[in-house]
């Protein structure tokens, strides 16, 4: 398939992009690389450098692709940034989210699989969280992927544009040749990691009185890999629909700390803190649903083995991509 991604040069889609091609798919990367890096682009994949907000180049790059489906990863992603500037959330995800999809609408593309999270569940009411469980987000970020996820709805009742919303929980990890380099990085294992790596002398565990075994938060890490096969399956399937991504299990902050010390050999000196605003005690997915209809099955369901595909890339690339 002729594959139009917005947000390649970023985390997530990076590695989703080397996987499509790998599979024989051709790429066309749609980037501003506000948040993406040109190293990132895998060379193998058209590029452009684009806006979502943009909606003529838009128009003008999704028809030069030819493209039969749209993969969207790209949007802003920081919670604690929406907390305190909303505007740019709703512009850069909503308004640019729709005209992605009036630019699909225009050019007869048909199919797009997007990039949700389990943020659209704001703080859940009980774990794991199915998709049956409401979702009532708790910041202006998955506010904007839930609106997102709303508007994918109507597009298809409307213009037969069929869509698969892949809501993800803690992505992680790296494949041999793309990894996680956020420019503002406040995610935990990156974090970490960059103590072992001697460029910071500590990481902050933020609260340590969570109702949780050790009081720490307790998250789903799923393997950068995983999602990318999510992709796939999605990319494949012909209804419209919306799937929880983990692998089911929970690991606290201070187990992540204990498994980079393992990986990575290193002491990792932490110092406690107070409580990240917005942060839920516990966030764990149930993906039977994806596991049901589209046959997806996580492959790397020890935390180890994320953290050491992460740790042997951040070995590689100290300074990240270096932009
Ligand atoms: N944490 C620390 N120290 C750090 C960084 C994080 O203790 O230096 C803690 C956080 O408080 C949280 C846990 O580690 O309890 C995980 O934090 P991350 O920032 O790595 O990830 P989040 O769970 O906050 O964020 C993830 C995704 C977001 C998504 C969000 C939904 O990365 O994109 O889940 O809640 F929006």
């Not at 489906?69 to 989210?97: C, D, I, Q, W």
């Not at 009742?157 to 698969?164: L, M, W």
């Not at 001697?198 to 565990?205: A, N, P």
């Not at 187990?255 to 409580?275: D, F, H, L, N, Y």
Request: hydrophobic share 35%; glycine share 10%; proline share 4%.
């Amino acid at each position: 398939m002729r594959i139009f991604v917005t947000g390649g040069a970023g985390y997530i889609g990076s590695v989703c992009v080397e996987q499509m091609l790998n599979s024989g798919h051709e790429v066309t990367i749609f980037d501003n690389l506000s948040e993406g890096h040109r190293s990132a682009v895998d060379p193998r994949a058209s590029f452009v450098l684009g806006d979502l907000k943009d909606l003529s180049g838009l128009v003008a790059a999704l028809s030069g692709a030819g493209a039969d489906a749209v993969m969207h990863f790209a949007a802003n992603a920081l919670v604690g940034e929406s907390m305190t500037n909303p505007t740019k959330y709703f512009r850069n995800n909503v308004t640019g989210g729709m005209h992605l999809l009036e630019a699909m609408h225009e050019c007869g593309v048909r199919k797009i699989v997007f990039s949700s999270t389990c943020a659209t569940f704001g703080t859940p009411e009980r774990v794991p969280i199915d998709e049956t469980l409401p979702q009532l987000p708790i910041n202006p970020y998955g506010e904007s992927k839930l609106m997102f996820e709303k508007m994918l709805r109507w597009y298809d009742e409307i213009h037969g544009i069929r869509y698969v919303a892949l809501r993800y929980f803690n992505a992680a990890g790296a494949s041999e040749r793309f990894g996680e380099d956020h420019r503002i990085e406040t995610h935990l294992i990156p974090n970490v990691l960059k103590v072992a790596l001697g460029q910071k002398d500590e990481v902050s565990i933020f609260g340590t009185d969570y109702e949780t075994p050790d009081g720490t938060c307790v998250r789903d890490y799923i393997h950068i890999l995983d999602l990318a096969q999510a992709h796939m399956l999605a990319l494949g399937s012909e209804r419209s629909a919306k799937y929880n991504l983990g692998t089911g299990g929970g690991t606290s902050v201070r187990e992540i700390v204990a498994s980079c010390e393992r990986v990575t050999g290193k002491k990792i000196k932490v110092s406690e803190q107070p409580r990240r605003p917005g942060d839920p005690a516990r966030l764990i997915a149930s993906s039977d649903r994806i596991h049901r209809e589209l046959g997806w099955t996580p492959k790397y369901q020890s935390i180890d083995q994320i953290i050491e595909s992460a740790w042997a890339w951040h070995v590689k690339h100290p300074n990240g991509y270096g932009d």
